[in-house]
């Protein structure tokens, strides 16, 4: 018997590290795309113009010991071995630490927040509170009682979301343009002088052009591509230090580091920012964690990126220390380092290997932008979902074109690797500062560290990552301008989006209708019931929304079966489908009124049309079926929470639950089936649609339920009409100018170009119905 455990325990190590090897095999394409090509411009952009005339070696050896230790200090000490640690149920990013903030500290942004959202079992997991008499607890006080400080930390999360927009747009750009750049060296150069500028305009034009199709049927591709691109500049860096300089390992030395900034003092400085792009993609590391595992994105890096990255720089050192008297403009650019018979072949991989980086920080922008939309920081978009395997990758139509356009313009208006670096290089160190900063209260509210060790942590990557900041900074006028501009519009929209959206939902609550209103109101109004499902779509988790006060009060008809659904996101990266459904009833149960709260994390997949709808009814049937009243004690007292709500799975997850069949046709009769388990609607003339609930054997259901849920089934089999609100937003008379200009123009210009708020449910039209009606916020 132990020699059986045995081997069955040795079967599920060999099968865990099995996955876990092809885990760090996938990431090369995906995660190390962007931080692979930087060999391509660091030397480029770090160089100053006359630094390849100097008769010593210092200020090569200099910068390949600054390199090497950036290298070190940031990606494999920072990110490795403490930020990903810092992982939010196995997601990672600056909204996963943000998000881990929220749940925490409960400085979370969302209006619709409720206590039952505290008993998801993604919001519960890890979370502890602080001791009360130390730092943490103090600290945490102190964020849940001051809003402004609510408000900062939300602003700085939003800032690193646009400085990763603006790494988007910025890094393909510089990817592509460095890549093509080797054409003029390999060609004649009098007749090919500007050859790079169209090459790589084409080539991001196609990139751009395909992200549609998604790259799960080309993502086989990325880690050859990668992985045949390292082991090239590896080879090639490990020729140049055997053939050229065997003794350029010893520049590693921080000494040397010493001797260069001694000697080269401002300029030195200056140079920083130049260095600071070896570890672009750095960040990816942690974005995409959620993709892969901590131990494999950990064992990619160490074992085979690192040593890749340190030989290819190394061997570029060697080239130029034996080549100061070279007077072309490729001196000391990565080409002029490859012997000249492989610069083609090295030519088309660094192609390939750009666009697979490109790639990757291509789709982590959609990324970003759909967890800020997704936690009411971004207009909506139209999210597509390219894999049905892979929840991960997206494609945002509106997002694409501009992103291209824009990368386009760069390149178009540069022209310039050195200038497309300082742009690149500030967004990439912006994010790190943020990651850094927030990385700091991690530790002290969710890891119940010593305050010690965040002042630690902050005070030492902090000075280096701000070392670089300000020599990228300092190139304001040639370049750095641009990240900064990129992030301004962007901060503007979600700031703007953010305080409409906030304010539209205080209107709602603040004008919303009881049930009782309602139910007093019904006698004197006639108020028709008519066949059918209406589907009335709120922001509100609570009360009856004062659009269908408006609706009812013009129109006093509404259908047999009413339900308020309320599509919320909640700060937690998925929410499982057990949990996803909280149903509840509005007022008496005669009245058929229900309340249903359909939750999504913010990297989860919105299901859409008909399966919505089924999933949407079942869950209701299996809400009445099960007969209970209040699964969530905490949400009986809430401020926010009206009615009582019960925690109901979709059907898939309650296999022994009620389930949903829909046919054509009035034959529907199953051979074998009892009447105690199948509930069939009474026969109509010429059906458009039959629908039967099949429920599990349940004796002890009453009369009542057993009505309840045929109504439901009849009202299904009328259809379901949604009533949407078309709310036009204005600010109230007397406010001051600038919200006047942000709310009559800003918010209100983004609400009429962005999607509506159920567009990921294919409303059709037939079945739709729009109330206008004015907000004066």
């Not at 020699?3 to 865990?16: A, D, H, W």
């Not at 079992?121 to 009360?132: F, G, L, Q, R, V």
């Not at 034009?205 to 990668?226: E, S």
């Not at 009856?544 to 006093?556: C, D, E, G, R, Y």
């Amino acid at each position: 018997m132990d020699l059986e455990s045995g081997s069955y325990q040795n079967l599920v190590k060999r099968e865990s590290w099995r996955t876990t090897l092809t885990l760090a095999y996938q990431s090369l394409g995906v995660v190390y795309g962007d931080l692979g090509i930087s060999p391509l411009y660091v030397y480029k952009n770090t160089f100053d113009e006359d630094i390849a005339h100097s008769e010593s070696n210092d200020e090569i050896y200099g910068v390949l010991s600054l390199v090497f230790w950036t290298l070190t200090l940031i990606p494999l000490l920072k990110y490795v071995f403490i930020v990903l640690r810092a992982d939010d149920n196995g997601e990672g990013g600056t909204f996963a630490l943000y998000s881990l903030l929220c749940r925490h500290a409960k400085v979370n942004s969302l209006p619709s927040c409720q206590l039952a959202d505290e008993d998801l079992s993604a919001y519960k997991k890890d979370i502890t509170s602080p001791e009360p008499s130390t730092f943490g607890a103090r600290l945490k006080s102190t964020l849940e009682r001051y809003r402004v400080l609510q408000k900062s930390l939300l602003v700085l999360a939003l800032l690193g979301a646009c400085m990763v927009i603006g790494d988007g747009i910025l890094t393909p750009a510089i990817s592509v343009f460095s890549a093509v750049s080797g054409v003029e060296l390999a060609m004649a150069k009098e007749h090919h002088k500007y050859v790079e500028v169209p090459v790589a305009c084409i080539v991001l034009i196609a990139l751009f052009a395909l992200q549609h199709y998604g790259t799960h049927r080309v993502g086989f591709l990325f880690a050859p591509v990668v992985i045949i691109w390292l082991l090239c500049i590896s080879a090639i860096g490990l020729y140049n230090i055997l053939h050229w300089n065997p003794h350029v390992y010893r520049a590693l030395s921080p000494y040397y580091i010493y001797r260069f900034l001694k000697k080269t003092q401002v300029e030195g400085w200056m140079s920083l920012g130049g260095i600071l792009l070896c570890i672009t993609g750095s960040e990816a590391m942690f974005a995409d964690l959620g993709h892969f595992s901590q131990l494999s994105i950990k064992i990619a890096f160490t074992f085979f990126i690192y040593p890749s990255l340190v030989l290819a720089y190394m061997g570029q050192a060697a080239y130029l220390s034996q080549h100061h008297d070279i007077q072309t403009d490729y001196r000391v650019g990565f080409y002029v380092s490859v012997p000249e018979k492989l610069r083609w072949p090295v030519l088309v991989i660094a192609v390939l290997a750009a666009v697979v980086g490109s790639q990757a920080i291509i789709t982590g922008t959609f990324s970003i932008i759909k967890q800020c939309s997704a936690l009411g920081c971004f207009p909506r978009v139209k999210i597509v979902h390219t894999s049905s395997k892979f929840h991960g990758q997206i494609y945002i139509p509106e997002i694409n074109w501009i992103l291209m356009i824009l990368c386009l313009a760069v390149i178009i208006g540069f022209r310039d690797t050195r200038r497309m670096g300082n742009a690149s290089g500030l967004a990439v160190i912006t994010v790190m500062l943020v990651t850094t900063c927030l990385m700091s209260l991690v530790i002290v509210l969710c890891w119940h560290q010593s305050v010690l060790l965040a002042i630690i942590f902050v005070l030492f990557f902090g000075a280096i990552e701000a070392l670089f900041f300000s020599a990228t900074l300092i190139k304001f006028l040639e370049g750095a301008w641009v990240p900064i501009a990129f992030s301004f519009v962007f901060m503007i929209v979600m700031c703007v989006w953010h305080y409409g959206t906030l304010k539209t939902y205080e209107f709602d609550v603040q004008n919303k209708v009881s049930v009782d209103w309602l139910l007093e109101l019904a006698p004197s109004l006639g108020i028709v019931r008519v066949r059918g499902i209406g589907l009335i779509h709120t922001e509100l988790v609570s009360g009856i929304p004062a659009i269908f006060s408006h609706f009812v009060t013009n129109l006093p008809a509404f259908h047999q079966v009413l339900v308020f659904l309320c599509i919320k996101s909640v700060p937690v990266p998925h929410v499982r489908h057990e949990e996803r459904f909280l149903v509840g009833h509005i007022g008496p149960k005669d009245y058929r009124i229900y309340r249903c709260i359909v939750r999504y994390g913010y990297r989860d997949a919105h299901k859409d049309d008909l399966q919505f709808e089924n999933d949407l009814v079942c869950s209701i049937a299996e809400f009445i079926r099960t007969g209970k009243t209040c699964l969530t004690d905490a949400d009986k007292h809430s401020p926010t929470q009206g009615d009582e709500m019960v925690v109901v799975g979709t059907p898939s997850t309650h296999l022994d639950g009620i389930q949903l069949c829909e046919e054509n046709g009035a034959n529907l009769e199953m051979p074998g089936t009892s009447e105690l388990r199948e509930i069939r609607s009474p026969p109509a003339v010429k059906p458009r649609k039959r629908v039967r609930f099949v429920i599990p054997e349940s004796p002890m259901m009453d009369k009542g339920a057993r009505e309840e849920l045929r109504e439901l089934m009849e009202a299904r089999e009328g259809g379901v009409a949604y009533i949407l609100g078309h709310s036009y937003v204005r600010a109230k008379q007397g406010s001051s100018l600038v919200k006047q200009m942000v709310i009559n123009f800003g918010y209100d210009f983004l609400r009429r170009n962005c999607r509506a708020p159920t567009y990921a449910l294919s409303v059709p039209h037939a079945s739709t119905l729009e109330v206008g009606m004015v907000y004066h916020i």
